[in-house]
């Protein structure tokens, strides 16, 4: 498999959006497709991206697209994608984060509005909210479509910010509306996409239209704040030149634009100091339970209690140098410049430790806004799953004993499916090759991986170079196979593209794709 993905990178082909190879034996036939009794263990993180396929995979009424039904397989995930679907987890949720930016708002009897288009909605709502389903007592969420009529989003880098913007000053312009949230997704999207005029116009559109929320703001007589959960473009290239289209481990602006200006902020913070900072200026007591504190400092006088607030989440705009590696400095950015100069800004550490994840990891678009809204710092689930690396229970975690068990006593295979990268928010290799290893430890007959690329943080092919890592484990454990490969445009999707999850469906279940022959 690796080798046949050398070939495809010399036909022009990317991880992001590789269609199906698939393993075939001497015969043809494809090796290792999911069939039914079989165990499955979709071992990626995060969650929201994994839905559509675990679903097409696991619920006998799925009726999004011709599906074989019942399966009947054993299936684990490795966190909680959802509390609909029928699978064991391996590491179940923690209770909902209490007392966080948008639960005080609304216990104070304020109406909240947060806008943003389908790309961000699970981070404005669930995310932000300390991973709650439902809208909170006073609180509305705008969700603007996301365009249709695009394959990739540098064809259309503005994406469908003009409607999250009209969105946006319809509240703003209506003063029953107490605490406004508007992210614009631009930024982090397009900058995952290998194409450099598209990200700067991804900016430019965000900094514009930050602009026309800012003085529509004004003119309200409202504070605002400019912020961001993560970076991305600011560090688009690797020293030898290479694109790099993952997040960053930059910090990221805090701007506050108040009609005060009695007072400066904190040079530097984290982003579990945002919600305090917000609390402050509404004149709201943040909860105990904040770690946080607020950043404004040297107060020359008392400023009133502010009844409305907008908050802009500039996804992925992070704080970089000003070399040709920073796309953010290279676009023209006036506003955000001018807001910079003008107005008391700090700078928010927006990875690693700072939002719960291990040191010297990037941050994310889940944990930045998980931050923004707690108030305090959250450990990631990545986190909590090393350290059961690290101590060993992670072999005796009970969901993935029983299905690799169940693989065992019936003499059905074990297909491990997930990302396959050492950097993704998705998931990790390390937590596959524990599985793997577990699977040998159990004593599973046979072994297949369905591996899923996307280059976001990684050097250009290093696709090939993990699958050759993973070949090279089930040499040395003299159990599996890598079965097939596909990008992750295909397999994870939260915008109920289904074609596209059609595509891994049948390349899993019928072995469609392109034949790799079995040596």
């Given at each position: 498999?690796?080798?046949?993905?050398r070939?495809?990178y010399?036909?022009?082909?990317?991880?992001?959006?590789l269609t199906?190879?698939?393993?075939n034996?001497?015969?043809?036939?494809?090796?290792?497709?999911?069939?039914?009794?079989?165990?499955?263990i979709?071992?990626?993180?995060?969650?929201?991206?994994?839905?559509q396929?675990?679903?097409?995979?696991?619920?006998?009424?799925?009726?999004?697209?011709?599906?074989?039904?019942?399966?009947?397989?054993?299936?684990?995930?490795?966190?909680e994608y959802?509390?609909?679907?029928?699978v064991?987890v391996?590491?179940?949720?923690?209770?909902?984060i209490?007392?966080t930016?948008?639960?005080?708002?609304?216990?104070?009897?304020?109406?909240?509005?947060?806008?943003t288009e389908?790309?961000?909605?699970?981070?404005?709502?669930?995310?932000?909210?300390?991973?709650?389903?439902?809208?909170?007592?006073g609180?509305?969420?705008?969700?603007?479509?996301?365009?249709?009529?695009v394959?990739?989003?540098?064809?259309?880098?503005?994406?469908?910010?003009?409607?999250?913007?009209k969105?946006?000053?319809?509240?703003?312009?209506?003063?029953?509306?107490?605490?406004?949230?508007v992210?614009?997704?631009n930024?982090?999207?397009?900058?995952?996409?290998?194409?450099?005029?598209a990200?700067?116009k991804?900016?430019e559109?965000v900094d514009?239209?930050a602009g026309?929320?800012?003085?529509a703001?004004?003119?309200?007589?409202?504070p605002?704040?400019?912020?961001?959960?993560?970076?991305?473009?600011?560090?688009?290239?690797?020293?030898d030149?290479?694109?790099?289209?993952?997040?960053?481990?930059?910090?990221v602006?805090?701007?506050?634009?108040?009609?005060?200006?009695?007072?400066?902020?904190?040079?530097?913070?984290?982003?579990?100091?945002?919600a305090?900072?917000?609390?402050?200026?509404?004149?709201?007591?943040?909860?105990?339970?904040?770690?946080g504190?607020?950043?404004?400092?040297?107060?020359?006088?008392?400023?009133?209690?502010?009844?409305?607030?907008?908050?802009?989440?500039?996804d992925?705009?992070?704080?970089?140098?000003e070399n040709n590696?920073?796309?953010?400095?290279?676009?023209?950015?006036?506003?955000?410049?001018?807001?910079?100069?003008?107005?008391?800004?700090?700078?928010?550490?927006?990875s690693?430790?700072?939002?719960?994840?291990?040191?010297?990891?990037?941050?994310?678009?889940?944990?930045?806004h998980?931050?923004?809204?707690?108030?305090?710092?959250i450990y990631s689930?990545r986190?909590?799953i090393d350290?059961?690396?690290?101590?060993?229970?992670?072999y005796?975690?009970?969901?993935?004993?029983?299905?690799?068990?169940?693989?065992?006593e019936?003499?059905?295979?074990?297909h491990l499916?997930?990302i396959?990268?050492?950097?993704?928010?998705?998931?990790?290799?390390n937590?596959?090759f524990?599985?793997?290893?577990m699977?040998?430890?159990e004593?599973?007959?046979?072994?297949?991986?369905?591996?899923?690329l996307?280059?976001?943080?990684e050097?250009p092919?290093s696709?090939?170079?993990y699958?050759k890592?993973?070949?090279?484990?089930?040499?040395?454990?003299?159990?599996?196979k890598v079965?097939s490969?596909?990008?992750?445009?295909?397999?994870l999707?939260?915008?109920?593209?289904?074609?596209?999850?059609?595509?891994?469906?049948?390349?899993?279940i019928?072995?469609?794709?392109?034949k790799?022959?079995?040596?």
């Amino acid at each position: 498999m690796s080798e046949a993905l050398r070939r495809a990178y010399a036909l022009g082909k990317e991880d992001e959006t590789l269609t199906p190879l698939v393993l075939n034996d001497k015969g043809g036939y494809p090796v290792g497709r999911i069939s039914k009794g079989d165990s499955v263990i979709f071992y990626n993180i995060r969650g929201e991206r994994e839905i559509q396929l675990t679903r097409a995979l696991t619920d006998d009424n799925f009726d999004e697209f011709p599906v074989d039904k019942p399966l009947n397989l054993n299936f684990a995930t490795m966190i909680e994608y959802h509390k609909s679907l029928n699978v064991q987890v391996a590491f179940p949720p923690e209770d909902a984060i209490q007392d966080t930016l948008s639960d005080i708002i609304s216990q104070n009897n304020l109406r909240q509005v947060k806008i943003t288009e389908a790309e961000k909605a699970v981070h404005i709502s669930f995310f932000l909210n300390g991973k709650k389903d439902n809208a909170l007592p006073g609180e509305e969420i705008i969700v603007v479509p996301t365009r249709k009529d695009v394959s990739l989003f540098d064809e259309a880098p503005e994406m469908s910010i003009e409607g999250i913007t009209k969105a946006a000053l319809e509240k703003i312009n209506d003063e029953n509306y107490h605490f406004i949230v508007v992210n614009l997704p631009n930024v982090d999207v397009v900058a995952h996409i290998e194409n450099d005029k598209a990200v700067i116009k991804a900016i430019e559109a965000v900094d514009r239209h930050a602009g026309i929320l800012v003085d529509a703001a004004r003119k309200q007589g409202i504070p605002a704040i400019v912020t961001a959960d993560h970076g991305t473009a600011e560090k688009w290239r690797y020293p030898d030149g290479a694109v790099d289209t993952g997040h960053t481990n930059s910090p990221v602006p805090l701007i506050l634009i108040h009609p005060e200006k009695k007072f400066s902020l904190c040079p530097k913070g984290e982003l579990a100091e945002v919600a305090p900072t917000i609390l402050n200026i509404m004149g709201l007591h943040p909860s105990p339970l904040m770690s946080g504190s607020s950043l404004i400092e040297n107060k020359t006088g008392s400023f009133p209690r502010a009844r409305r607030l907008l908050l802009i989440i500039l996804d992925g705009w992070g704080l970089g140098d000003e070399n040709n590696s920073n796309l953010i400095w290279l676009a023209r950015t006036p506003v955000i410049d001018s807001l910079m100069k003008n107005y008391p800004s700090s700078k928010l550490d927006a990875s690693g430790e700072s939002v719960g994840l291990p040191s010297g990891t990037v941050g994310n678009s889940e944990a930045g806004h998980l931050h923004i809204g707690a108030g305090r710092r959250i450990y990631s689930d990545r986190l909590k799953i090393d350290r059961t690396i690290e101590d060993k229970s992670f072999y005796q975690n009970r969901a993935f004993l029983s299905v690799m068990r169940k693989a065992h006593e019936t003499n059905c295979a074990l297909h491990l499916m997930g990302i396959v990268s050492f950097f993704s928010s998705h998931g990790s290799i390390n937590h596959l090759f524990t599985l793997m290893e577990m699977a040998k430890k159990e004593q599973v007959p046979q072994m297949f991986i369905h591996a899923m690329l996307g280059r976001r943080g990684e050097l250009p092919e290093s696709g090939a170079l993990y699958i050759k890592k993973v070949e090279e484990k089930t040499l040395e454990l003299e159990l599996g196979k890598v079965a097939s490969v596909i990008g992750r445009y295909w397999s994870l999707d939260r915008e109920e593209n289904w074609d596209r999850i059609e595509k891994t469906y049948r390349m899993l279940i019928y072995g469609e794709g392109e034949k790799i022959p079995d040596i």
